[in-house]
């Protein structure tokens, strides 16, 4: 069988299941979450790894080498956020073909570097090989707040479903980019932003983990398969009400019929969804300065699956999920 026939998260989970747990072990959360977690005597350690290849994630028709620094942290720093910790390291590794312009290299240590800054995050060390075409590999290693952590498998019936933000932006900028789509100077910078320079939401991970938030994930892959993530590692369902996912006006006005659909599968937003019973749910949003949106509810039924609601509380058939490599 091959990987394509597969898939990308049946390969990890077969990955998972050959490396198993050594028995006398310090790792508290293996793979299958935002960060692997081990305790040290200082704390909770966490760390996490992301890979972006050229002509798969990226093509540098549609990106410069300061936005694609940028993003390819920002990626790993926000698998450190959905966990409520605090980034602190950072390896890079780059495969570099021989024609690479050394200053497209400076642009895009600069766009790592600004990002860095804002999240007082240091760039320890790295490699560099040649390679047939340009790869950025970013590992971030963090540590839990508090000796809290916000996991994927910690969500319980009874939970509301909330998300920081609007989800469907950096799809949409996307679209325009590959699109080649004509809008306002405002609305293109807007959207342009929103895919190339996301924003990790690490202060509010941190302020959703010291408040009493147990499960969280960010949204890279899109919202049904992120939260199908957390639905299966926690072993429930989920019902979204499909007029409640937040969706930025302009994406509305200018993708009005794709809005939803970039909302619910564009992915790369990076926002955190979050679940947790109504009373905390309450008392973030009054302490989160970042808009934080109620959009269902976690079930005891259909345990593993997501399902849409409209306003009269039917189901949706969308047969579309997030993303996923491997993909046939």
Known sequence: MRVSELGEFELIDMISKLIGKPAKDKTILGIGDDSTAWRTDTGIELATIDTLVENVHFTLDT?????LGWKSLAAN???IAAM???PLYALISLGLPGTTDVDDIKKLYEGMIELTNRHNVTIAGGDVVKAP???ISVSVTGKATDDKMLTRSAARPGDIIAVTGNLGTSAAGLKMLIGKLKFSEETTSLLRKAHQQPQPRVAEGQMLVQNGVKAAIDLSDGLIGDLGHICRMSRVGANIDIDKVPINPIVKDHFANKALELALVGGEDYELLFTAKPDIIDKVRELIA???TVIGEITREHAGKVLLLDANGNTIDFQKEGFNHFSR
Do not use: F, M, N, R
């Open 63 to 67: 990106i410069t080498y300061h936005e």
């Open 77 to 79: 720093v926000s698998d």
């Open 84 to 86: 409520g910790g605090i």
């Open 133 to 135: 075409q340009l790869t």
């Open 290 to 292: 970042t808009p934080i």
